[in-house]
Structures are given as structure tokens and as C-alpha cells.
């Protein structure tokens, strides 16, 4: 079709307007050829003409249909030309409030001065992994471009943000960046994502100021390289910088304000740290007050400085330096209250009242008087001598200016270097994505030297990105075959000739500087020479002789002459810069450190670029201005963009008044202009714009088609539809997949599509219309025979009616006139009982009152009586006590002194000592003997003396050895002493960790608290729904079921970080063991225990149940914050010295607990020791009596020698009577001390063995028991009296514990009868309540009362008789257990005790235990295995089992069930080690299989037997709750010994574990398939349509191979539906997976939805709704309606309703909020504004009815969040599910290989 066809009447276009820039208009009458001027109507609906160019008859633009309005891509745009461009970011921006818009390859972004919840980990979270075209404009998916090219290209990337001042572009980087950050992460050890975002506040702190068009407006450019290692993890970053405006320090304009550091110091001048730097307010300091804007609305900034200095230590800057930088920036602004006062015509001086001098000098530790003297005179060097020549006023206050922003730019670029610094990585990065933020093109009404370089930095730049475009056009049309014609593009290179070429302008003004009286004007007299009327580029200004002009690829420019030399030498005082280096501070000596004279050119080029250490002549020679340091500077930046891939965002500011959402259209399209944004759309559209591909447009224009141009082959018929719709074949081009458009042809399309539907609508409504009326008619024709007839049936009612009421009047009289008289005839008799009854009461209560009152004076006068005996009977009893207390004492004291009497004669002692001659003469003999072994003991003493001297020369020799060791222990002190200083860093290293960990102590402590108290929450609140439910279950049970989910899903997600922490400590835990083995021979060298106890130590610690019960330990110690795990995870070694240093901990407290119990030894011994000196006293007694006996018996002898022969000494005579006397006395004695000897010996040994155990070291013991031993052989021999003396004390204390134990015991039987009688005396006065209550009634009454309280008693007695019974049985139960256990180890131990003695009858035994066990086995249900056939059996039933194949085969749950039979083996044998390591190491072994083998099938029949294993154990367990649902068999193998109600938490909370690891596996295979079937698939065939698409398309996913459908999506939940039954899986529990199957299907859904403009339709409302009606056929199909998976689909159904809702009116606005009630507000008002219509008959939805909306939702109460989280797990829940199976009947295949299992 022509071009001049299209301007036909209601065609629409745009015509140029001063106010708007463009207007539209309507065609009011078609266009001749011809025609002067064009009638037009305005949206107003005023009549224009609009006048026609006679000679070029340019026409006004055409305006693109509404459909194509308000696209993603402004590529897409059939019409593409300015008005075009610039109405749909109109339309986007205000309408839809959407920021981002691709042009191309262009994202442009608008600046919304406005916070928008766009950027948070959710929205990231949705672009990662998503491509390009596929989601709706934004940073993140060009970011994600960049990052996916990057790893499959591995090709480096750039991001180039340009645009001008308020624009956005420092937050658009900074959310790349961001971006790059959160999805790719950091390598093992350094934080470089962190750090990479911490370096953003410290560049906007330094780097950033407030100017009148941007709060927050980049002050420099910046180039940011974040490197990226072989896996796209960030590994380092680096930063360059272009251009400080080094002016702004010392000048801003009005409303604008330094660089935020200075307000931020100033802010903080009332800190303590502070106060050195003598600060004070901003409006003190010229230097900050002269914009008289210090403060900016919204921004603190005392809080910017906290996070300033947060990021300068984030990036390792210390405490020292920082304050150094504050001490820097200080000293500039005092330097800036520096006055300087004329002293003359031609020299000044310094006042310096206030002392800002001083304070300057002050804080950069310089000379006063120097500073002072240099900053008012300058040294001239002629060729003889140096004069040092006085300044004027003028000349000095700049050169203090000049001496400011030299130390401003030295420290910027020092701190760029440190940033650098903490940003490098010791290793090359593979790759790398550059963000350039730059800035934009920029003109004002007084340009100068940096507008010059900013203008020429964008020339190159542009030129740049016009090479790309260029390139990227011919790519495609070679791709596609497409003949190639050259297009006609802008190309700057004369404009770049221009500034840098040879004898360009930055040449002219290097060579003026160089000249020594050059200025401004002999330079701008230069530039006229050289390139005026020569270049076309190059003009002169007609009013002035000191500008010039240069024609920018954006806009003319006019510069000002002024200032260009001095700001491109950029001269400093060279004495002044020798002042400062010659400082004592060390970080100002650092920055001038690189300074090679002082006049030389400050830059804030990239540090290290140019190469310093020539000679200072040389360099004066050779100094680099500064526009040549950035012309070198952007050539490298040019160099390093060219090698990458560029990815361009275009920022754009809408207005100047920072109003939110509100575009000028002015300077709109001056920095589309600008931008480059325009020329790629002037190229785009020189050639063939619109890009369909073959099954895009067969689908869009399929309603053009008719039955015979449909063929096999798509691109044969959109050929053939083509050639007959388009006459003219240029207008078209076929490639190999698309269609190549010319401008204008998608919008013809779109007419002839319009057209056709707009006839078929029309046939649709003519016979829709008569259908309606046909029906309408006969409705009415329906209705008036049913009224008539009613009419009559009401008629004969009312006739029966009246019938009725008149006879049921004269019965309802009858009745009445009867009820009034029964009525009157009750009430008098009423009347009379109760006089009656009033009467009987009144004569029974006075009978009453009268017998009480006798009652109470009988009891009064008994208890009167009693007292007054009592009181007499304990006065007698006190007297005879006391009297017999007296008699007894005298008698007693007459009979001590009577003894005392005795015990001090002679005779006494007689008496005592006869018979001990014969003691005396064993002592002697022992002696004898003593003497003996003596010798022998000196003569072994005298060979030891003899091996001990061989010994000693073995010791010399070792002696010199080791000598020898020592000197060489001396050559190596030095390497002691180091390793010493790495111990103690390494211990402060240490001390720093202790604190980390305990705080994970504590943390995990406070996780315990919180998952305890999460428990008992839980149980209290089932509890109370339990007690509850019968009551309330009609009022609030959805309430309470959700409080319920809640306090579950608290606690699984707190199970859940617990489980992660516990996989992240075994991790840890295994590198740290890996750690310790490879130092475990250094350990070794340097420990000083022996390899058997470290390996004792090793075997301890390394027992199955003790591991796993000590990794739970462990694993709970740890805490929730991941942070600190990764630091922990980083200092493995410094964990491993920590562990040490605890050793030496618990050593040393061992040291302090032997310590003690020497301390306690000590005591004992002293006890000892005193004991032992009572004992020497009584053996000094006994000698004494030892020598009396001698004497006695010396004197015995002497006189038996001399009676001798006479007789006396015969048998019969009296000596010798004598001497058998006392012979018979010592025999006697001597027995009976033999007796008492026999006796106490016993009692001695247990009190050796309990003075054994107080002592515990055998040392101790042995001293202890050696001092008594010595008293023994000096008393007698066998120590018979110490024994005796010993046994007493003991006995004495064993008598007095008898005698507490009995009174303690008497105390609980008073305290008893006490109790009892206080129950006697209850009992008692409830008996006397109830009879005189009885006494009240009458005599039936009260035998009533009495039967019922005998029968409350007997009731409760039999109640208590019944209990006690219960606990009996119970006990009895219990010992039969007990003894059958006893008997069948005493049976065992008889039948090898009888085995051993007696072979012939071990067959018959044999034979007779085989019959036992096979009874045994089929009656118990029990498996039994041997303790080394553990391992192998989890090898087997765990490990190795898989769920295809054979374990498919097997009864559902049998590896739960063969691991419970085990495990009552166990407890029925009370091993409780076998209880415990069986649990433990299924558990963990059933989690390590899930760790290796994460497929959807292993985890789901995992979740089954673990289920099935915790149902075993709460079915089996013994609880009532659990057994009512079992048989009496299964209640027989319930356990016994074992309450493991414990390790049921511990199982449920795996099996919660498995649950949330099956559901994250079903969200990764369900993920993408969500979004192609749900939303992309055309479902319906011919509703959806295409719209056109621009080159940012989407991935196709529509009737090609491999793409998903909803038939996919149906078969995966078939095949999760039937696996998980299959594997016996809870019917309950695969309702909660399809649940949540649904939920993440609904989520994924709506947050493309939400993202996706295109998807945002009323035809695609339909898809949505009838793919929903698909899954919910699925629900019916299954049966799972109930399930809660509807429900979960709810926001979705309501989303695509709210598509296909009516827009316009407030009804519907309220019929939205009434219907969308499971949507939030920013979700529906997302919705409402990308509704997006598809044809032209559909309408947009105006802003009106959105802010209506938002009115009518303002006062819900929800979540600002826009995106669903779609990892959100519900809480699960595992109902008792008990299992039918009877244990005694599993079998076991044999395919297992489980023959070493035993049936018991």
C-alpha cells in the first residue's frame, strides 16, 4: 500500500506543537494529491488546517493504532519516528508508571523521583535466568543479558549508563551491580560482592553533590570492572575514574551544594572523635554555606556518615586512616576561612583573627609561618637568581582555591586507589562486566573547559554505539538472507577530528599553554585561523570574538573562551605543595608522594596510568595537561569497550521540578536527542523495522486468511496471504524464520485486520440481537399464561381461607374460656400448699434451733472437763520426773567417784596387767624375727646400691645426649620466637572466635527456647482445639486451623535453617577433620601424651551411637546466622588452634581438680596424724603397763628361782597355784581377745575400702594404710588394739546413723498418722455438715441423702480400689517381664553350664532350643541380627536400595517395617546401645542417601518409610491414643523397656526434612515449565493473536519441539500423583504435595503475569481461566478436591477475572475490590495498569478508574509486596496413619540378601 494511501479520512497523525512538541489530530477528509493543506480535527475537537510545504510536501507523521501503544519495545511501533517514540514513554510512564522501555538495544530509563518496590530480591529472584525479551523492561534483565552472555560466550560485557545530571544513572548502576552481586555471589573466602557495594557510598560520600537538578548528581565519571573466576563467581573489581569537578569545592551555585563528605563532618562535629577537628556548622565555612542549600530534604546526614564509615571498614580502610581522611577533609575547610587582606596595591597578607590558619597548619602538621608566607608570595626563577615576588589580594585567594582542590583531587584519588586495593584479587579474573556510569550530553547557557570534555567524551561514545547499532543491523540481515543495502547513518568522526585530530582544539590549547604569555583569547584567535569556514563542524559566534561553536551529533553548543587555559594547566604553588610535604602527617605526605613538581597538572585520570621518575626538568618539559590526560584516559576506556560486548541504558530525566511521574515533553525529547535514542530508531527504520516471525504472523493475521491459503508449509502461506494483501514487494522481505516489514506495513495490517473482525462482530451482534429478541417475546408470552393462572389458584385460597378462620374462631373461644377457669382453680390451690408448707417449716426450725443449742452445751462442757484432767495429769507427771532426775544423778555421781577410787590403787592395776608375761615374750620374739629381715633388707639394699650405680653412668650418658639435643634446640630459637609471634596472633584470632562462638551458643540456646517453647505451643494449642472443637466448631474453625499452620510453619522453618546449619556444620566438620589428619603428624611430634592414649582417645570418641548423638549435640550448638558460618568455615586452622587451646583448658582445670583432692588428701592426713598422735599416747600408756607387767613378772621369776625345789614349786603348792591362776586368766583373756580381733577385722576391712574411696590415688591409699601399720608392729604384731580401737569408732558411727535413720523414720510414720487423722477429722465434720443437714429434711428426704452418700462413698472407694488394682497388674506385668527375662538368661547359662558338664545331652538340648526359637519367631514378630552385621545391614536396606527395581516390587514401607522389627529386638533384649545406635544410624544414613541421590523418586520413597517407621513407632509405643486402633495381637508386640517418644520427634522432624527437600526438587522440574504452558501456549486456538513484537522478542514457545504445554504440566503431576502412592505414601500427605504444587504453579504464574506486559489481556485472561478449569478436572479426576489445592489457585482465577472484568465505571471499580479479595492492592493496580488490549475494539483502562481503585483498597490491611514468594512450603503435617500389617507375617525376599536377619 502507498504511503499516500494511508492519509485517508479518520486517519490519525501528528503535527508539531510549542507547547506539547507534538499534537495529534484526525484526518477529517482524504489527502489528494495535491491538496495544500490538510483538514484535521484536534482531540479537542476543534477544526485545523493544516498547511502543506508546496515544494517538499512533507506530510505530518502518522500516529500508530492503540494496540501498538504502550509497548515494551519502541522498535515494535509500526510508525517509527519521534512523536511516535516520544507518546509511548508518555503513555508508559504516566499511565502505566512504568520507568523502563527497550528501544532496540537500548533500555531507556526515566526517572521516577519516586521510591518504587522494583528492585528487591524477589524481582531479582524472577529475572535471573529469564532472557531478555521474555520479561518486561528493567536493569535487572539487561544486567541478566550481560551475565548470560558472559558465561556462555565467555566474552567480557559492558554496561554503558549515560544520560545527564538527575537522570538516574548512579542508581541504575548501582542496582547492576547489585544485581551481579546477589545472583553470582562471591568465591570461597573474600566478600567481594559486599565489598563491591560498600565502595557506592564511599564514591557518592566523596564523589557526589547536590545541584539544581539532582539531589544526588556523580560530580566524576566511573568505569567499574567486576571480575569474575572460570565458575562467574566475583572475585575482585576495579575502578576507574574520568573528570572531577574539582571546582565545586570551593564554588557552587545557588541551591546547590559541596560534595556530601563536608556536610556529613560538619554534622557530626558534636562527637567525641570529632572535636580535635574543631568543626562546626556548614553555614560556618564559606566552602559550604555558599549555595544556601545545606540540607536536603529526606537525608540524614549523620546517619550517611555511620554507613560512610561502615563501607571504609567494610573495605579494610582502619580507624588511623579514616580519621586521617576526616583530619584531611577539615583542614580544607578551615583553609577555605583563610582571610586574605591588601597590603598595598601589589601584595596582601594573612588575617588570621579567627585562627583558621592555625587550625589548618593544625591538623596537616605544617609550619605556620611558612604557609602563611607562601600562601601571599610565589618564587620567579630567571636565569641568574630566584625571587620570591608578593601576590595581590585576587592572585592569593585563588591560589589558596587552587592549593584546596589540589589536596581535594590527591585525596579522591588516593582513596580510589585504596578502594581499588581492597577490590583487587591476588588471582586474573576469566571474564568481566564493565559498568560505565558517564555522564550524559550537557549544554547550558555558559558552557566551559569541562562541558567541552563531557560533550567530547559523548561524541566518542556515540560514535561507538553507532559502529554497534550499525553492525548488529547487518548481522541480522545476513542472518536472515535479507539483500543488504547500505543505510545512510549519522557518523561524528569530523566532529572527534575536530577536538583531538592534529591541530584539533585540544592541540591549539596544549600549544597556548606551552607559550609564555598565552591566554584565552590568542587561543580562541587560534581556533578561528585553523577551522573556521574549513570545518563544518566549526562555527564563530556573530556577537563575540571569545567563543566558539561546535556542531555536536546532538545539538549545537557555544563555549566560552574563558578559563580554558588555566583550567587545563590546573597550576598549583610549587612552595605551597613543598609546605605540605614537608608535613609531619603521614598520609598527607602520602598523597604528594607521586608528585614530581608542584606546578605539575592535578588530574583525576585513572591513578598509575602515567609512568613517573624522570627528572623534574624533563617532566616540566613533558607535563601532561589535563585535557590530554583525558583525551589518553578515554581512548584506553574506547579501546576497552571496543573488545566487549555493550549493553547500552539510557537515562532520562522528565522534568526539572522533580515532581514524580511527570513528563516534559521539552526535555524529553532534548535528551532523546542526545542519547542516541532517535538515531536508532532513524536506523531502524531506513531499513525493514518490523520483524515477524512466520508462525507470529500466521497467528496475528490468520482472520485475513481464507480456506485455500492455508498450506502444509507456514512460510508457503503467509508467502501467498502476503503477496495477495501487500501489492508492493519492497514493502516486504521473506528471511529464512521472519518477515522483514518496511515502516508502516504492521499498521496497514492492523487496518485490514481491524476491518474484518469489525464486519464479523457486527454479523455476530445482528444475530445475537435476534435471538434475543425471539427469546424475549416468548419469555413474555410464557409469563402471562403463568400469571393467570396464579391469579385464579390465589382467588379459590382465599374462598378456603375464610372458611377456615371462621371455624377455627369458635374453637379457639372454647378453649379460652376453659383455660381461664383451670387457671383460676390452680392459683388458689397453689395458694393454699404454701401457706401449709410455710407453717410445718416455721414449728421445724424452732425443734430445730432448741436441739442445737443442747447439742452445743453437752460438747461445751466435755471439752471444759478434759482440760481441766489433762492439766492435772501433766502437772503430776512433771514432778515424779524431775525426782527421779535427782535421785539418779546422786546415786550415779556416787558411783563415779567410787570407780575413780578404784582406778588409782595398786591392786587395779594388778588386776589389769595379770596374765600379760606370755604377751610380753611373743613381742620379744617378734623382735627377734623384726631384727632378722632387717638384715636381709640391708643386704638387697646394698644390690641396689650396686644396680643403681650401673644406672647412674647410663644417665651420664644420656645426659651428654641430650647436652647435644640442647644445642641444637639453641640454633633454632630464632624459628621459636617467630612461631611464637604467629601463636600469639593466632591466639588473638582465637579470643575473637571464642566471642563468635559464644554468641552461636547462645543463639543456639535461644533456637532451642524457641523450638521447645514452639512445642509446647503446639501441644497446648491441639489441646485446646481437642477440648474445644465440639463447642466451636460452627464459630471460628478456619481461624483457628491458620493459627495452627502458623505456629507449624514457624517451627518447620526454624527446623529448617536448624537443618541447614546442621548440614553446613557436618561440612565443616568433615574439612576440619580432613585438617586435623593432614597435621596429624606434627600434632604427634609436638604432643606429649603416647600413641596408645591418643588412640584410646580416637577409638572413644568414635563409636557409632556416641558420633551420632555427639553431631546432634554439636549440630544443635550452632546457631541461625549464616554469616557467621562462613567466617567459620574460613578459619578452619584457627578452630582447630581453639580446639587445642580448650585441651589446655580442660588440662589445666584437671591440674586445679587434682589440686583439690591433694588439698582434701592433705586434710585426711592431718585427721590421720592427729589420730595416729592419740595412738601414740595410748601406746606410751600401754608400754607403761607393758614395763609394770615386766617388772611383776621379774619379780615372778626371782622368787619362782628362789622357792625352787622346795615346795612351793610343786604341782599343788602356792607359787605354783599362783602362776596357774594367772596362766588360766591370760588364756581366757587371750580368747577372748582373739574373738573380738575376729570380729573387728571384717568391720576394718570395709572401712579400708571406704577410706579408699574417699581418697581415690592409690598413692594416697598406700600412705594412709602404711602409717597405721607402723603403729601396728610398734604395739604388737598383730595390731589387734588399733584394729579393735578402729572397728569401735566405726561401729559407733553405724549405730548413730541407725538411730537417725529410725527417728527419720518415725518422723515420716508420725507425720502419716498425722496426715490420716487430719482425713478422719475432714471425714468426721463432713459427716456431722451432712447429718445436720439431714436433721432438716424430712424423714424421706433424708433417707435419700443418706442412700446417695453411701452410694458417692462406695462409688469412690471402689474408684480407689480399682486404681490401685490398675497400678498392681501393672507392677505384676512388669516382674513377669523381668523374670521371663532372668529365666531365659539363667535357662541359657543352665544350658552351658550343662553342655560343659554332660555331652551326651547337648543333641537333645540343641534339638529341643530349635523347636523354642521357630515358636518364638513366628509368635514375636521380632528380627535379630549380630552387632557386626549393622553396617551391612544399612548398606543393604538403605544405602543400596533403590526405588525402581526391586524396591518397587516389595510391600509398601518394608525397610520401615524390617528396621522396626529389628528395633524390638533390641528393646525386647534392654539393650539400650543397640536402641540408640540403630535409630541414630538410620537417620543419619537415610540422610546422607538423600544427600547423594536428590532424585524425585528416592526422596519420595524415603518420605513413605520414614513416615511409616514414625507411625510404627507411635502404633507400637504402648500410649493409649495409639493402641485403641490396634488388635489385641499388635498390642502384644508393644515395646517395653524404651519410652522413644524422643526419637518420634526426631523422625518427624526428618521426615519434615524430606517433605521440604521433595517439594524444593518438584519446584525445580515444575519451574520451567509453568510460565511457556500457562501463560505462552495458545490453549484456545484463534483467541490469543500476537501483537507485534519488537527486537527484544520473547522466546518463542508455541507449537515448536521442546516447548511446554499444559498436557506436560498434567502428565509431570500424573507421574508425581502415582509415584507417591506407589511408594505408600499417606493419602494425607500427597495432599499436602499437591497442594503445594498448586501453590507454586499459581505463584510462578502470577509473577509472570506481573512482569509481562504482553500477557496482560483480556484474551489471555480467558487462556489463564481455561487452563485453570484443566488443573482443576485434574482435582476431580484424583479426588482431590478437598485437598486445599483450589484454594491455593484462588489468587490466580481472581487475577485472570480481573482481566476479563469491565473497566470503567465505580461499579466495577467496586466489583473489583469485591471480587479480588485474595490479591493484594499492588498486584490488582499492578494488573490494571499493563492491561494491554490486543484488538481494537478492546480499551485501555483509564487513570481515573486506577485511582478509583486504589481509593476503594486504601484501607486494607496487607502486604506491600507485589510478587508471590513462590518458595514458600506450607507446614506439613503427618497424621497417625496405623498400619494393618501384622508384624509375625512380613516376609523377607530373598532379593534383598538379608539372610543374615534371624525371625525371633
Known sequence: MAALELYSKFARVWIPDTTEVWRSAELTKDYKPGDPVLHLQLEDETGFEYKLDPKSIVLPPLRNPDILVGENDLTALSYLHEPAVLHNLRVRFTDSKLIYTYCGIILVAINPYESLSIYGSDIISAYSGQNMGDMDPHIFAVSEEAYKQMARDEKNQSIIVSGESGAGKTVSAKYAMRYFATVSGSSAEARVEEKVLASSPIMEAIGNAKTTRNDNSSRFGKYIEIGFDRNHHIIGANMRTYLLEKSRVVFQASEERNYHIFYQLCACAHLPEFEPLKLGSADDFPYTNQGRSPIIEGVNDLKEMEATRKAFSLLGITEAHQMGLFQILSAILHLGNVEVKERGSSSCGISDESGHLAVFCDLTEVSYESMAHWLCHKKLKTATEILNKPVTRLEATNGRDALAKHIY?????????????????????????????????????????????????????????????????QEEYMKEQIPWTLIDFYDNQPCINLIEAKMGLLDLLDEECTMPKGSDDSWAQKLYNTHLKKSSHFEKPRMSNKAFIILHFADKVEYQCDGFLEKNKDTVNEEQINVLKASKFDLLVELFQDEETPAAPSSTAPPGRAKVGRSTQSFREHKKSVGLQFRNSLHLLMDTLNATTPHYVRCIKPNDVKAPFMLDPHRAVQQLRACGVLETIRISSAGFPSRWTYQEFFSRYRVLMRQKDFLSDRKLTCQSVLERLVQNKDKYQFGKTKIFFRAGQVAYLEKLRADKLRAACINIQKTIRCWLARKKYLRIRQATITLQKYTRGHQARCLCKTLRRTRATVIFQKYTRMWAARRQFLRQRTAAVLIQRLLRGYTARLEYKRLVCERKALLIQRWVRGFLARWRFRRIKRAVVYLQCCVRRMLARRELKKLKIEARSVEHYKKLNFGMENKIMQLQRKLDEQHKENRELSEQTRQMESHSATELEKLHMQLKTLQEVEVESRQRGDLVTSLQEELELVRQELEKNKEMVAELNEKNTLLKSEKDEMNRLIQEQEQQIKEKSESIHQEAPEHLQAQLNEERFRYQNLLTEHLKLEERYADLRSEKEAAELSKHDHNRADSGFSSSQSESIHSSVLTGSEVSSLEREDAGQMAADVSLLLKLQRRVAELEKEKMDLQSEMDTKEEQLELEQTKELED???????????????????????????????????????????????????????????????????????????????????????????????????????????????????????????????????????????????????????????????????????????????????????????????????????????????????????????????????????????????????????????????????????????????????????????????????????????????????????????????????????????????ISFWLANTCRFLHCLRQYSGEEAYAKHNTPRQNEHCLTNFDLSEYRQVLSDLAIQIYQQLIRVIENILHPKIAPAMLEQETIQGVMGVKPTGMRKRTPSFNEEGSHSLESILKQLDVFYYTLLQHGNDTEVVRQVIKQQFYVICSVTLNNLLLRKDMCSWSKGLQIRYNVCQLEEWLLDKDLQG????????????????????????????????????????????????????????ERVSISFIKSVQTLLKDRKESSQLLMDAKIIFPVTFPFNPSPVALETIQIPSSLNLSFLTRV
Open 409 to 473: 583531587a590527591k585525596l579522591f584519588s588516593w582513596i580510589v586507589s585504596q578502594v581499588n586495593k581492597a577490590l583487587s584479587t591476588s588471582s586474573k579474573p576469566h571474564s568481566f562486566i564493565g559498568v560505565l556510569d558517564i555522564y550524559g550530553f550537557e549544554t547550558f547557557e555558559v558552557n566551559s573547559f569541562e562541558q567541552f570534555c563531557i560533550n567530547y567524551a559523548n561524541e566518542k561514545l556515540q560514535q561507538q554505539f553507532n559502529m554497534h547499532v550499525f553492525k548488529l543491523e
Open 1164 to 1498: 585426711c592426713q592431718r585427721v590421720l596424724g592427729a589420730q595416729r598422735d592419740y595412738e601414740a599416747l595410748k601406746r606410751q600408756e600401754l608400754e607403761s603397763d607393758n614395763k609394770k607387767l615386766k617388772k611383776d613378772l621379774q619379780e615372778l621369776r626371782q622368787s619362782l628361782s628362789k622357792g625352787s625345789g622346795s615346795k612351793l614349786a610343786s604341782p599343788g603348792g602356792q607359787a605354783y597355784n599362783v602362776l596357774l591362776e594367772q596362766l588360766n586368766s591370760t588364756t581366757e583373756e587371750l580368747e577372748m581377745r582373739k574373738e573380738e580381733v575376729l570380729i573387728l577385722r571384717s568391720q576394718l576391712v570395709n572401712h579400708e575400702a571406704f577410706k579408699h574411696k574417699e581418697t581415690g590415688t592409690e598413692g594416697d591409699s598406700g600412705d594412709s594404710s602404711r602409717s597405721p601399720t607402723l603403729d601396728l608392729h610398734e604395739l604388737n604384731e598383730d595390731g589387734e588394739l588399733w584394729m579393735a580401737y578402729e572397728s569401735l569408732k566405726e561401729t559407733n558411727r553405724i549405730l548413730v546413723s541407725q538411730l537417725q535413720t529410725q527417728g527419720q523414720t518415725h518422723e515420716k510414720e508420725v507425720e502419716g498418722l498425722r496426715a490420716e487423722l487430719l482425713q478422719l477429722r475432714a471425714e468426721l465434720d463432713q459427716q456431722q455438715q451432712m447429718l445436720s443437714n439431714s436433721l432438716e429434711l424430712p424423714h424421706d428426704a433424708r433417707i435419700q441423702a443418706s442412700l446417695q452418700h453411701e452410694i458417692s462413698r462406695l462409688t469412690q472407694q471402689n474408684m480407689d480400689l480399682l486404681e490401685q488394682m490398675g497400678k498392681q497388674d501393672k507392677i505384676i506385668r512388669k516382674l513377669k517381664k523381668h523374670l521371663k527375662t532372668y529365666m531365659k538368661k539363667f535357662g541359657e547359662a543352665e544350658g552351658v553350664h550343662i553342655e560343659q558338664s554332660s555331652p551326651e545331652n547337648m543333641v537333645g538340648e540343641s534339638g529341643r532350643t530349635v523347636s523354642i526359637v521357630r515358636k518364638e519367631r513366628d509368635f514375636q514378630g521380632m528380627l535379630e541380627y549380630r552387632r557386626e552385621d549393622e553396617s551391612k545391614l544399612f548398606k543393604i536396606l538403605i544405602t543400596e536400595l533403590k526405588p525402581r527395581g526391586v524396591a518397587v516390587n516389595l510391600v509398601t514401607g518394608l525397610p520401615a517395617y524390617i528396621l522396626f522389627m529389628c528395633l524390638r529386638h533390641a528393646d525386647y533384649a534392654s539393650d539400650d546401645q543397640r536402641v540408640s545406635t540403630l535409630l541414630n544410624s538410620s537417620i543419619n544414613t537415610i540422610k546422607n542417601v538423600l544427600k547423594k541421590r536428590g532424585d524425585f523418586e528416592t
Open 1683 to 1738: 485437598s486445599g489445592a483450589r484454594e491455593s489457585l484462588e489468587p490466580l482465577i481472581q487475577a485472570a477475572q480481573l482481566l476479563q472484568i469491565k473497566k470503567k465505571s465505580q461499579d466495577d471499580a467496586e466489583a473489583i475490590c469485591t471480587m479480588c479479595t485474595a490479591l493484594t492492592t499492588e498486584q490488582i493496580v499492578k494488573i490494571l495498569r499493563l492491561y494491554t488490549p490486543v484488538n481494537e475494539f478492546e
